[in-house]
């Protein structure tokens, strides 16, 4: 399974981006999937994740401003980050995960300058 993700990039405070992230899993529909982020010194946190009935979950560092969804017909799950912070600044990585088997993608950078 490959996850290629894609959207990154330099913003200004304030400013937003959508994240792409699209599977080559055979069984996309059935899978739940998340976003991470790892910023400089930190660890990797979860940053939202939506289930195979699309309910989603999102940490507090970030509700109301971004939104996870899912298009299954392409394979693809989106982040949606409005009002971007410079503590937002981070690598942000898609996670697929499907009876308890896991995948990463490689990865996006997303920069906030203040």
């Known amino acids: 399974v490959q996850l290629q993700a894609s959207g990154g990039g330099l913003v200004q405070t304030g400013g937003s981006l959508r994240l792409a992230c699209t599977s080559s899993h055979a069984f996309f529909s059935s899978t739940a999937l998340a976003w991470y982020r790892q910023g400089p010194g930190y660890q990797r946190e979860r940053v939202a994740r939506i289930t195979i009935s699309r309910r989603t979950e999102y940490a507090d560092s970030v509700k109301g401003r971004f939104t996870i969804s899912k298009d299954n017909a392409a394979k693809t799950v989106y982040l949606d980050m409005n009002d971007l912070r410079p503590e937002d600044t981070a690598v942000y990585y898609c996670?697929?995960?499907?009876?308890?088997?896991?995948?990463w993608g490689q990865g996006t950078l997303v920069t906030v300058s203040s």
């Open positions: 996670h697929q995960d499907r009876a308890g088997r896991e995948y």
